[in-house]
């Protein structure tokens, strides 16, 4: 539990030290950000040799203790975050046409990372809603870096994640007033199946479906993703809209009664199925590149939602292990898409799909990186997307009952596929070029290329991943 607080804390005080220095440079929060990977590396160590570690802040013992709790996935999640702002970071400081050289990027960008592991070792209902709201904040505060242009965006954003926070508030409140208390596990042992749950369970739900972007909560995402700079709009897909889905799974799967569960898991599995058709289809239709890569994350994250209503209603591991490898790979591959499509953007001069023409032409490595990564969105092996969905389309095609959900997975992978075809297609026509208005950043490009070859090389270290998440499923 020390090096997992050493992941969580080396980000806080990177961010406080910045706001009072007021420096330029990004090699300090890259630095901060590689110390924070190798202590993650060490917590995951820990967990996979002595199981899951508690530890109570202040001294004090359950219920008025704050736990944080360090189980497998919690542990995968810490290392999932570091690397991530590492590599986006890397990005930020070294690209030629990257919009966040300003001061406040940097101290914010390791706020937002140590939001999130507080978020991830939490066991406490009110530290969650604490930790939302200062991830919340946050974001919006990314999103306005762009200038005036973000600020409509931003402000939705804002304002629905605030109406997102009252429910996840009320329903907090409605169970402390039923159980007295707020400590996940303590509440697990009491719970019942009544109303006064049911209704607190609904409300925490809302706010976390609105907060994640989750199908049909998801109109404040393609504008602020697709506003913000490059760099930020990879966090905000990467790893931002996982924070909600994280809580989400444990109070479905830890707090409430399993027959609960039971209820709600095709409700979940069916708005995850129209998030797939949906989405895709909005992306199918965008008009810009930025705003198709966005729109694309509100249909991927259907597989995640898809995966958690089947695991709650019938509780099998494989549907767990599927669930993360799906924010495994998705997070990478968006990663990935955003840097590539940030650059082709700014080289190009046009945030339109149509500026594509030729792209493999005159931006091959980037091009190169947006296909790969969209690869493993369609789910084409050996990539980390075809992997999950693998585990996930396993148990669906063992029995006809199942079949409909499988064809759920078919339909979106072929929106999948559509979408990312329409750029690489694009991108082909080599007739008449666009010519780049600026001198690509190859280094940039190589960047964007990195998460891509990542999440392909998930293939590669399946068996233990998968294993090792079943033996961590709740």
Do not use: C
Request: hydrophobic fraction near 60%; charge should be positive; charged fraction near 10%.
């Amino acid at each position: 539990m020390t090096l997992a607080l050493i992941s969580l804390l080396t980000p806080l005080a990177m961010a406080l030290l910045l706001l009072l220095s007021r420096s330029r440079s990004g090699w300090w929060v890259m630095g901060s950000s590689l110390v924070s990977l190798i202590a993650a590396l060490g917590a995951l160590h820990g967990v996979i040799q002595d199981g899951a570690q508690w530890m109570h802040l202040g001294g004090w013992d359950a219920p008025l203790a704050i736990r944080f709790r360090l189980m497998p996935v919690s542990a995968l999640l810490l290392v999932f975050t570091a690397l991530i702002h590492l590599l986006v970071s890397v990005y930020a400081e070294r690209s030629r046409h990257s919009q966040t050289q300003r001061t406040d990027y940097w101290p914010l960008s390791s706020l937002l990372h140590a939001s999130l592991a507080a978020l991830w070792l939490s066991h406490d209902l009110f530290n969650w809603y604490i930790t939302l709201e200062l991830l919340g904040l946050v974001a919006v505060a990314m999103v306005t870096i762009s200038g005036a242009k973000a600020y409509v965006p931003a402000l939705r954003y804002l304002l629905l994640s605030l109406v997102a926070s009252l429910f996840y508030l009320l329903g907090v409140v409605l169970l402390y007033g039923h159980y007295g208390v707020l400590d996940l596990a303590l509440l697990a042992d009491a719970a019942k199946a009544d109303p006064t749950t049911r209704l607190a369970l609904a409300l925490m739900t809302l706010g976390l479906m609105l907060k994640a972007a989750f199908w049909p909560l998801h109109l404040w995402l393609p504008p602020a993703h697709a506003s913000a700079p490059t760099a930020v709009s990879a966090l905000l897909s990467a790893l931002v809209v996982k924070g909600p889905l994280f809580i989400l799974w444990l109070l479905w799967s830890e707090l409430a009664p399993a027959e609960l569960g039971q209820e709600a898991g095709p409700v979940i599995a069916v708005a995850g199925v129209l998030a797939l058709i949906f989405g895709g289809w909005s992306a199918l239709r965008a008009p810009y590149l930025k705003t198709l890569v966005a729109y694309s994350t509100v249909a991927q994250l259907g597989y995640a939602m898809m995966a958690l209503g089947l695991l709650l209603h019938w509780q099998r591991p494989e549907l767990h292990v599927a669930l993360w490898l799906f924010v495994l790979a998705h997070g990478l591959a968006k990663v990935s898409m955003f840097l590539a499509a940030g650059e082709m953007q700014a080289t190009l001069g046009s945030k339109s799909v149509g500026v594509l023409k030729g792209a493999t032409q005159t931006m091959p490595i980037a091009m190169f990186a947006f296909a790969v990564a969209g690869g493993s969105l369609i789910g084409l092996p050996p990539s980390g997307g075809f992997l999950a969905k693998w585990v996930l389309l396993r148990p669906l095609l063992l029995e006809p009952a199942h079949w409909p959900w499988a064809a759920g997975v078919l339909i979106g992978t072929l929106m999948s596929a559509g979408y990312v075809f329409r750029v690489v297609v694009l991108s082909f026509d080599r007739a008449h070029p666009t010519r780049p208005d600026h001198r690509p950043d190859l280094f940039a490009q190589w960047l964007a290329l990195l998460p891509a070859l990542l999440v392909w090389g998930m293939a590669l270290i399946s068996d233990p991943l998968i294993l090792w998440l079943t033996g961590g499923a709740p």
